[in-house]
């Protein structure tokens, strides 16, 4: 439950401030990719997790790019 409540901090944190929150969810789901990489099977998952940590990188980049251009 701990974890469930960590996941949707960084929703919040993504909702509200995207150029922060991109990155913390990336390096959020690095770190459940290399858990995952420890245990044999799961390669599908860290697939998974890798595309999206790529589209979470993406957002904080535009975030950035927008905001700077918004202010």
Do not use: C, H, K, T
Request: hydrophobic fraction near 60%; proline fraction near 3%.
């Amino acid at each position: 439950m701990g974890v469930g409540v960590i996941e949707m901090i960084a929703g919040l944190i993504v909702a509200f401030r995207p150029r922060i929150g991109g990155y913390i969810v990336a390096l959020w789901l690095w770190g459940i990719i290399i858990n995952l990489l420890l245990v044999p099977g799961y390669y599908d998952i860290v697939l998974r997790d890798f595309g999206l940590s790529l589209g979470a990188l993406s957002l904080a980049r535009l975030a950035r790019q927008f905001e700077d251009r918004v202010a």
